[in-house]
């Protein structure tokens, strides 16, 4: 007799509102369901459930083929993932932290970006955990890793800020042919303001497409992950207590970069403000200031900005994370200070 | 009277013969074409290791409907390379890098792929397919299928933390593979002792809880019995295995390196154990071939490599703007704007 589906999994089927952890762990079943050849590596993630439990009760229902527990080697394990994905399975690995993943650089870097390219047929396979700061998990339990694998053609980065995006872009990322970076910003996993009921359909999300979460006239900003929600929340402020209308753009998909979302809505508002919770140097906004430089100059009415994260590595106290995270705050005066402009 | 034959016909053993004179014919058909400058990048030797790479080869199942087994191969095992299936046009398209070639000019030599004939080419950080080798056997096992797969590499390789990882990976998936351990006693200019505390890689094993065992490189016969038996074991559900091939580089790390750092006389005493001549005289004295037959295999191989290598050396070379494709399946790498016919930033 086939195990039955776990009771956690069926909330969306019950119609009741899932977090977008939940909506995660539904995205995973439901891809190993629909296919076969779909299969979870990772440290922890069979017995234990995963250490946020994304893939709680997983092995009783798949079995110890298609959930395998790995030794604690992130290069090993995601290499390995590469060897299976080039016979036919679609590996999705997790990385416990994905601070965690520079032990697999070499791989996906050297190995996996270049596989197409070099003749040795696609990758189709996804690399997937959690990201970001602001869980007081000091140095090696926060850093957003996008910028680092970013400068690397061949991959795709997906970076989710909601529990439906998170389920679609999840699914479509399974599904592409094309190794996928996946990030889960650890702090939006269990957010109660994040709840929602899903689609009860299959649905994805596809890669590579922006979503405007605010539409606006003045200014726009362009964001992703948990710094889509303290965008928002800077842009109602601007608008009951400026006046001012501000567009906010969710990338949802780091890469490809959705060039045409971003142009458009700045030749609307003819400001930018580029805001992300990684670092500030490499980060991705001198990407998009450079490229709203060449596509769309002449509409600027003034500086493209940024708000980020301070150049230095996560610290662990919680008055020196506050600082080094961007807060709310310092979206609004960033807004203010381009509506003044 | 008769050495033991394995269990090999006199075609087979004549075979064996055959892919060690086209290995070795290819690479000097190189160094020819190198000195002409139809070479693109490095050439690389395995003067005295070719026993190693075809000895193990040919005691697979080589298929080319994908139900096989699976090699990677290096650079200084294309004796292997060819025994599956792999073309020696090919072989000289890649080296020139040609439009022609497997990869359309995109990567090096040997570094080639056929899942079909089942062969994956090496990646040059050679670790890494310690690890790839791992999960391709590991989709073997979980789907049941009959397939091993084999991996070589140099004892350089095995100081990374590529190759820890993947064999360990594959020790405790019980992953069906053999790792092939090239020990040619040089890692470029840094010598085994430089690379390991330990005598034998074969001392590696018992680390991982896997079975390891040492085989002269230059007898092919002895490869091929070691690799058979160990591919036995593999096949019938005993684990990861490895195996050491003790042999030495008689040329430079590639054909730039002149080796100053190698004791001549060491050279010299290799050379009196070169894999050809050993086998060679070896298939005369038991009458498994005559002079009449080898004579016409060198004769053979010579002419396939001169042919091959004429044709392609007469193809093109890619399309620079070439370069813009393949990176996804999907998604359109764009042209540098200022190579379109009216440069302007804004359309590119």
């Known amino acids: 007799m086939d195990p039955e589906t776990p009771e956690h999994l069926l909330k969306t089927k019950r119609r009741e509102p899932v977090t977008m952890l939940e909506a995660i762990s539904e995205a995973l079943f439901e891809e190993m369901i629909r296919d076969e050849s779909v299969f979870l590596m990772g440290e922890d993630i069979g017995v234990y459930g995963g250490a946020f439990k994304v893939t709680r009760d997983f092995l009783t229902f798949f079995g110890e083929n298609r959930v395998i527990d790995t030794p604690i080697a992130e290069g090993g394990f995601t290499g390995a993932a590469a060897g299976a994905a080039h016979m036919g399975l679609r590996p999705v690995v997790e990385i416990q932290f994905m601070d965690f993943i520079s032990p697999a650089y070499d791989v996906i870097t050297n190995y996996i970006a270049t596989s197409n390219y070099r003749g040795a047929g696609p990758q189709p396979l996804v690399i997937r955990g959690p990201v970001g700061g602001g869980n007081r998990g000091g140095p090696f339990h926060s850093q957003n890793v996008e910028m680092a694998f970013f400068h690397t053609p061949g991959l795709k980065i997906v970076y989710p800020s909601t529990a439906r995006d998170a389920k679609g872009l999840l699914k479509a990322s399974i599904r592409d042919d094309n190794p996928v970076i996946f990030e889960e910003h650890k702090g939006l996993y269990r957010a109660p303001s994040l709840r929602e009921v899903l689609p009860d359909e299959d649905y994805i999300v596809p890669l590579g497409e922006a979503r405007i979460v605010r539409e606006g006239t003045d200014i726009t900003i362009v964001t992703y992950g948990a710094m889509v929600h303290k965008s928002v929340e800077a842009a109602e402020m601007m608008e009951t207590e400026d006046g001012v209308s501000v567009e906010v753009v969710d990338l949802r998909t780091l890469l490809p970069l959705d060039e045409d979302a971003i142009v458009e809505s700045v030749k609307k508002t003819n400001k930018l403000l580029v805001v992300h919770e990684d670092t500030r140097t490499g980060g991705i906004a001198g990407e998009i200031a450079i490229r709203v430089s060449e596509k769309a100059f002449e509409w600027l009415d003034g500086p493209i900005l940024r708000v980020t994260a301070i150049d230095a590595p996560v610290p662990y106290s919680g008055s020196l994370e506050d600082y080094f995270l961007p807060q709310t705050d310092d979206v609004l005066k960033a807004a203010r200070y381009l509506a003044a402009y | 009277?008769?050495?033991?034959?394995?269990?090999?016909?006199?075609?087979?053993?004549?075979?064996?013969?055959?892919?060690?004179?086209?290995?070795?014919?290819?690479?000097?058909?190189?160094?020819?074409?190198?000195?002409?400058?139809?070479?693109?990048?490095?050439?690389?030797?395995?003067?005295?290791?070719?026993?190693?790479?075809?000895?193990?080869?040919?005691?697979?199942?080589?298929?080319?409907?994908?139900?096989?087994?699976?090699?990677?191969?290096?650079?200084?095992?294309?004796?292997?390379?060819?025994?599956?299936?792999?073309?020696?046009?090919?072989?000289?398209?890649?080296?020139?890098?040609?439009?022609?070639?497997?990869?359309?000019?995109?990567?090096?030599?040997?570094?080639?792929?056929?899942?079909?004939?089942?062969?994956?080419?090496?990646?040059?950080?050679?670790?890494?397919?310690?690890?790839?080798?791992?999960?391709?056997?590991?989709?073997?096992?979980?789907?049941?299928?009959?397939?091993?797969?084999?991996?070589?590499?140099?004892?350089?390789?095995?100081?990374?933390?590529?190759?820890?990882?993947?064999?360990?990976?594959?020790?405790?998936?019980?992953?069906?593979?053999?790792?092939?351990?090239?020990?040619?006693?040089?890692?470029?200019?840094?010598?085994?002792?430089?690379?390991?505390?330990?005598?034998?890689?074969?001392?590696?094993?018992?680390?991982?809880?896997?079975?390891?065992?040492?085989?002269?490189?230059?007898?092919?016969?002895?490869?091929?019995?070691?690799?058979?038996?160990?591919?036995?074991?593999?096949?019938?559900?005993?684990?990861?295995?490895?195996?050491?091939?003790?042999?030495?580089?008689?040329?430079?790390?590639?054909?730039?390196?002149?080796?100053?750092?190698?004791?001549?006389?060491?050279?010299?005493?290799?050379?009196?154990?070169?894999?050809?001549?050993?086998?060679?005289?070896?298939?005369?004295?038991?009458?498994?071939?005559?002079?009449?037959e080898l004579v016409a295999i060198e004769e053979e191989t010579f002419e396939e490599c001169r042919v091959a290598a004429e044709a392609a050396i007469a193809e093109p070379y890619p399309e620079g703007a070439e370069a813009v494709s393949g990176v996804y399946t999907d998604v359109h790498t764009p042209h540098p704007w200022t190579r379109s016919s009216s440069p302007d930033p804004t359309l590119a």
């Open chain 2, 1 to 292: 009277m008769s050495e033991p034959t394995l269990g090999l016909e006199r075609a087979g053993l004549q075979d064996l013969y055959r892919s060690l004179c086209l290995t070795r014919a290819a690479e000097e058909r190189l160094e020819l074409l190198q000195k002409q400058g139809h070479v693109t990048g490095g050439l690389y030797r395995s003067l005295g290791q070719e026993a190693g790479a075809v000895g193990a080869a040919y005691a697979l199942r080589r298929r080319a409907d994908g139900t096989g087994d699976m090699l990677c191969h290096t650079i200084r095992a294309a004796g292997a390379l060819f025994l599956f299936g792999g073309e020696l046009i090919d072989y000289f398209r890649q080296y020139m890098a040609k439009g022609t070639s497997p990869t359309r000019g995109r990567e090096a030599n040997v570094h080639w792929f056929d899942f079909e004939k089942g062969f994956v080419g090496p990646v040059s950080p050679l670790g890494t397919m310690i690890e790839i080798m791992a999960g391709m056997t590991l989709s073997f096992r979980v789907r049941g299928e009959d397939r091993i797969g084999i991996v070589f590499y140099g004892d350089g390789a095995s100081s990374t933390g590529a190759w820890h990882e993947g064999l360990n990976f594959a020790a405790v998936q019980r992953c069906p593979m053999i790792l092939i351990v090239e020990n040619n006693q040089w890692a470029f200019s840094t010598p085994t002792s430089k690379n390991t505390r330990v005598s034998s890689f074969t001392e590696k094993g018992p680390g991982y809880g896997i079975g390891a065992e040492a085989v002269d490189g230059t007898d092919v016969l002895a490869v091929f019995d070691a690799v058979r038996r160990a591919a036995l074991q593999v096949r019938s559900g005993g684990g990861t295995h490895m195996i050491e091939l003790n042999y030495f580089r008689r040329k430079g790390h590639a054909q730039h390196d002149p080796q100053d750092y190698v004791d001549p006389a060491v050279i010299r005493a290799w050379e009196k154990k070169d894999p050809l001549d050993l086998y060679r005289s070896r298939l005369l004295r038991n009458e498994w071939a005559s002079e009449d």
